[in-house]
RNA sequence: GCCCCCAUCGUCUAGCGGCCCAGGACACUGGCCUUUCAAGCCAGAGGCAGGGGUUCGAAUCCCCUUGGGGGCGCCA
């Protein structure tokens, strides 16, 4: 049994995908099962295009997704780097294209020194000369003539291509940086790779890659790609279609469980019809046999519902801290330390998250519960204050609260109950004036729950507040 | 243009020749519950892209068409 060995292999030209992210579960879920490692390998070959931010915010949204991985540049392992373009420096890319033109799987192709597009020849020994004279030179891959290569795929089979089809193309660029097709080849083989995951947009690749595992004898790895998310009209998912990166996701309030959940979903039939889950608890159901390997739109509003019952299923401690990150990482300061100095926050969030499907969303839900500043609703005003009837279910409420001892939500909901009939105003009326007058709001949390947790001094403020409202 | 991949409700899927006049989930519609809004529960509407084969029998196998996606860079 051959050890699994697979990885992720982001360039960092930007965030994290969602797509990146799906891609980067998959190939973790494979190592998690079958006890093999999960690589995180940067290819920073585009000098122009790549950057470090891009490289750490990369990272920190792969960390924040709880897909950890074994080796990297930052935890090390024995195949390193994992940069690269550090393994640039150590001259691996130009040591193994000279192999290939040595025995004339590959040549030197020189440019015109005008135009760099523009190439004038080839050559199988270094083109010294010409380069003194202002030429560039990259090394190029030879297609064989004639025949065909083909490899598997796990979820689609045998794919074959003539090899009339390719064309000869560059794996050194001019300045000395490998090419996608080699580096990864090299890096491939190099790192012990024995399953390669990745996006159906490398299926053409691929046979590019098989030619030079074939010129160099190496062990051609097993292939699987995966289908890609595509936007509701179909085409690849972008910032066209508003949200894409895992930054995005988290900044709105989406639990990073109920993303790989959804993202788990998405192509993969977990079984037994069931749609919500813990992506640890399920680790062992993975088959990659199972994937769908047809693309895939990605559905927000889904997305939305899945997030909703993760925030209703976790512990609340988790949802507490889960909270706590989204006021930290939107940067909303005050707020969060409200939610660290209350002690009631922890309630608060329970009676709260029964109601919402986002962190955003209780955020909004919540805040009268920790603010005082809120506003009174155009709504509530208009409809409940200015009523004729407020200032007497108000004040009769402030007076039966002023005596209740027990503050618990059966204590409240006793007194609650009884005022519409002593007062002969609806149950409606009555109640909706005292949410609005403790809550600035028409909808909230069960009223009984959240003049309980709100607790009686805040209740009592709120009430004389709103009181002086109707008075003056 | 050439090459490759894909095709079941609007979306994600179950189905791998008879159990399917196609099952589940999201969304949608209606109802129940009810102090608001949700949640929850119940019900409903909605699909095998088209055409040829193969077979006693096809959503399932084959071919063609159509449609969608990807690739053909000194991007990855």
Request: charged share 30%; hydrophobic share 35%.
């Amino acid at each position: 049994m051959t050890v699994v060995r697979v990885r992720f292999a982001p360039s960092p030209t930007g965030e994290l995908h969602v797509g990146g992210a799906r891609t980067a579960l998959f190939n973790w879920l494979f190592a998690r099962k079958m006890g093999g490692s999960f690589i995180l390998r940067i290819e920073d070959t585009d000098v122009e295009r790549s950057s470090k931010i891009y490289e750490r915010s990369i990272m920190e949204s792969l960390k924040w997704c709880g897909l950890l991985w074994d080796e990297g540049p930052d935890v090390g392992g024995n195949h390193g780097p994992y940069r690269q373009s550090e393994r640039v420096k150590e001259g691996l890319y130009r040591s193994y294209a000279e192999r290939l033109v040595e025995s004339r799987q590959a040549y030197y192709a020189i440019y015109d020194p005008e135009d760099r597009e523009k190439q004038i020849g080839i050559s199988d020994t270094y083109p010294e000369r010409e380069i003194q004279h202002g030429c560039s030179v990259t090394v190029k891959f030879r297609i064989p003539k004639g025949g065909y290569t083909e490899f598997n795929d796990i979820l689609r089979g045998r794919i074959r291509f003539e090899n009339s089809s390719l064309e000869d193309f560059v794996i050194l660029k001019s300045n000395g940086f490998p090419t996608y097709n080699f580096a990864v080849v090299v890096d491939d083989h190099l790192m012990g790779i024995s399953h390669v995951i990745r996006g159906e947009d490398h299926i053409s690749n691929t046979p590019k890659q098989i030619l030079l595992y074939e010129a160099f004898s190496w062990e051609i790895p097993e292939y699987l790609h995966l289908p890609l998310i595509l936007g509701n009209d179909r085409t690849p998912l972008s910032k066209r279609h508003g949200a894409t990166s895992v930054e995005y996701f988290r900044s709105k309030g989406f639990l990073s469980t109920a993303l790989m959940n959804y993202l788990a979903l998405l192509g993969w039939n977990v079984g037994e019809e069931e749609q919500i889950f813990l992506i640890d608890d399920v680790i062992e159901r993975f088959e990659p046999h199972d994937l769908s390997n047809k693309n895939v739109i990605f559905d927000h509003q889904k997305l939305e519902w899945v997030n909703g019952k993760h925030l209703r299923m976790l512990a609340r401690e988790q949802v507490r801290d889960a909270f706590k990150d989204f006021l930290a990482y939107t940067g909303r300061k005050e707020y969060l330390e409200k939610v660290e100095m209350d002690d009631f926050a922890e309630d608060v969030i329970e009676i709260c998250r029964q109601k919402v499907n986002t962190l955003e969303q209780l955020a909004d839900f919540a805040y009268p519960f920790f603010f005082d500043d809120y506003e009174y609703e155009n709504n509530y005003v208009e409809k409940y204050l200015q009523d004729e009837k407020a200032g007497v279910i108000i004040s009769e409420a402030l007076k039966l609260f002023e005596n209740l001892k027990d503050w618990t939500v059966e204590g409240v909901e006793k007194v609650v109950r009884g005022l519409p009939e002593h007062l002969e105003i609806s149950k409606k009326k009555v109640f909706q004036t005292l949410r609005g007058a403790v809550m600035g709001r028409l909808v909230t949390p069960g009223l009984f729950e959240t003049i309980s947790v709100l607790g009686k001094k805040r209740v009592l403020e709120r009430l004389r507040r709103t009181m002086k409202m109707v008075e003056g």
